[in-house]
């Protein structure tokens, strides 16, 4: 394959994405402590507001009474489905609420915020990825949510803020413009460890982390990533996917987010809500990633461990204004039919191969992932698991750091997506079939 491939997508939408000669890019470099407040999304709350949120937050404070809690919690739900103020009320990049979602949740246990992370209520959803962004963007609130009083505690949690946010790298292996980019590698090819769980990704995470946390391996995990919003729908009434759910669950989408910019108008915005698009030229490119350090904060305990936000091939119908920066048209016909099997599997494999070019650029030991792309944007999780064990096989990928990899596929066992990698991979010793 030749590995300047420049997709359609990025000749026709050139001003999105990096210039063309990029390879990678540290994004924040030299930060000043009393700035990096600063570099995060903030939505500005009106009186109306602040005046209900601060209310509750100080009948909260003043209480352990679980009615209490209770009724509190669904006055909220109820303004949420309320003609007055309905969802676009409760911004989850609003201090006050956020004052409200971290005092709310704090009355609760951990297996609670779970729930509420996969909950169907969209309400449920955003108090817990509230709660989420505020631990990941605030200096005043410690990792496990609780208000920090003592001025060297807020120093010692900027001091890892900075340091998440100086993690973030923008990586371009196929820059039309550049070289073709190759590693240094010293080891000996090795075999990879290659497994398949039902779990999802935070769980499979955290799993590994128990079993690895006494060896410096960084794990690192796959955010199947929207490549012109930032982490998908997850600030507006709809995000269900895996970039939505994992990437709140961590602070992955506060570091996403500062790449971004608020968008409140239009047919888009009238319609979804507040949204965030990446800035002009921040766009996540074709065969692309952006690489950062997270730490998951639901779970029965942190993990911090690699962010990889792929943008993989969106193969979904064109909608203007919803849609439009599908691929479709360039690899299918009107009625479905794949134009030309060679280019569509070039255009997957640069995505895959991205992942794992990122892994050997920042030392990664084990690569959670799952069936990239056969989700909403439409694979087919048959071919791109192919590919997986094609790229794979691939003695580049087996001379570094990569020694696992693990696909969590949280499907049902009959789902096509668990069915296709499950044959391509799977033997009886690497299938764990539970959830």
């Known amino acids: 394959m030749n590995s300047r491939t420049v997709p359609c997508i990025r000749i026709d939408y050139s001003n999105l994405y990096p210039c063309g000669t990029l390879i990678n890019k540290q994004i924040y470099t030299d930060i000043n402590e009393a700035d990096v407040d600063e570099f995060y999304l903030r939505f500005e709350e009106n009186?109306?507001?602040?005046?209900?949120?601060?209310?509750?937050?100080?009948?909260?404070?003043?209480?352990?009474?679980?009615?209490?809690?209770?009724?509190?919690?669904?006055?909220?739900?109820?303004?949420?489905?309320?003609?007055?103020?309905?969802?676009?009320?409760?911004?989850?990049?609003?201090?006050?609420?956020?004052?409200?979602?971290?005092?709310?949740?704090?009355?609760?246990?951990?297996?609670?915020?779970?729930?509420?992370?996969m909950s169907k209520s969209h309400a449920d959803r955003r108090i817990l990825r509230s709660r989420v962004y505020a631990i990941g963007s605030r200096d005043?609130?410690?990792?496990?949510?609780?208000?920090?009083?003592?001025?060297?505690?807020?120093?010692?949690?900027?001091?890892?803020?900075?340091?998440?946010?100086?993690?973030?790298e923008l990586f371009d292996w196929f820059a039309p413009n550049y070289e073709l980019h190759e590693f240094n590698l010293f080891e000996s090819d090795h075999d990879l460890e290659i497994r398949i769980t039902r779990q999802g990704t935070q769980e499979t995470i955290e799993e590994l982390y128990q079993n690895m946390q006494n060896e410096p391996k960084l794990?690192?995990?796959?955010?199947?990533?929207?490549?012109?919003?930032?982490?998908?729908?997850?600030?507006?009434?709809?995000?269900?996917?895996?970039?939505?759910?994992?990437?709140?669950?961590?602070?992955?989408?506060?570091?996403?987010?500062?790449?971004?910019?608020?968008?409140?108008?239009?047919?888009?915005?009238?319609?979804?809500?507040?949204?965030?698009?990446y800035k002009t030229g921040m766009h996540i490119p074709p065969g692309g990633n952006y690489w950062a350090i997270t730490k998951f904060v639901t779970g029965p305990f942190h993990v911090d461990c690699g962010m990889i936000a792929t943008a993989f091939a969106d193969f979904r119908h064109y909608i203007p204004i919803f849609c439009p920066y599908s691929e479709r048209k360039y690899f299918y016909t009107l009625i479905g039919n794949v134009k030309n099997e060679e280019e569509l599997e070039k255009r997957c494999i640069i995505d895959i191969e991205g992942v794992l070019k990122t892994c050997l650029a920042k030392q990664v030991h084990t690569l959670v992932t799952?069936?990239?792309?056969?989700?909403?944007?439409?694979?087919?999780?048959?071919?791109?698991?192919?590919?997986?064990?094609?790229?794979?096989?691939?003695?580049?990928?087996?001379?570094?750091?990569?020694?696992?990899?693990?696909?969590?596929?949280?499907?049902?066992?009959?789902?096509?997506?668990?069915?296709?990698?499950?044959?391509?991979?799977?033997?009886?010793?690497?299938?764990?079939?539970?959830?």
């Open 370 to 435: 799952g069936a990239s792309g056969c989700g909403a944007f439409r694979h087919n999780p048959y071919v791109e698991a192919k590919l997986w064990k094609k790229c794979l096989e691939k003695k580049e990928y087996r001379c570094g750091s990569l020694k696992q990899v693990i696909f969590a596929v949280l499907d049902s066992e009959t789902s096509d997506n668990w069915i296709a990698f499950r044959n391509e991979f799977s033997t009886l010793q690497n299938i764990e079939n539970k959830m």
């Open 140 to 168: 005043d609130i410690e990792w496990n949510g609780k208000f920090i009083d003592d001025t060297d505690e807020r120093k010692k949690k900027k001091l890892e803020m900075t340091q998440h946010l100086q993690s973030l």
């Open 47 to 117: 009186d109306e507001q602040k005046t209900i949120f601060r209310k509750w937050t100080d009948e909260l404070l003043q209480t352990n009474d679980k009615d209490i809690i209770n009724n509190i919690f669904e006055e909220y739900r109820r303004l949420w489905r309320s003609r007055k103020y309905g969802s676009r009320f409760f911004d989850l990049h609003g201090r006050e609420f956020q004052n409200f979602a971290i005092n709310l949740t704090n009355h609760m246990e951990q297996s609670e915020w779970r729930q509420l992370s």
């Open 219 to 277: 794990i690192a995990w796959v955010n199947f990533a929207a490549s012109h919003n930032v982490c998908g729908s997850y600030s507006v009434d709809f995000g269900g996917s895996q970039e939505e759910e994992v990437a709140t669950n961590c602070d992955g989408a506060v570091l996403l987010g500062t790449l971004g910019y608020f968008v409140e108008t239009g047919l888009k915005s009238r319609v979804r809500g507040r949204w965030i698009s």
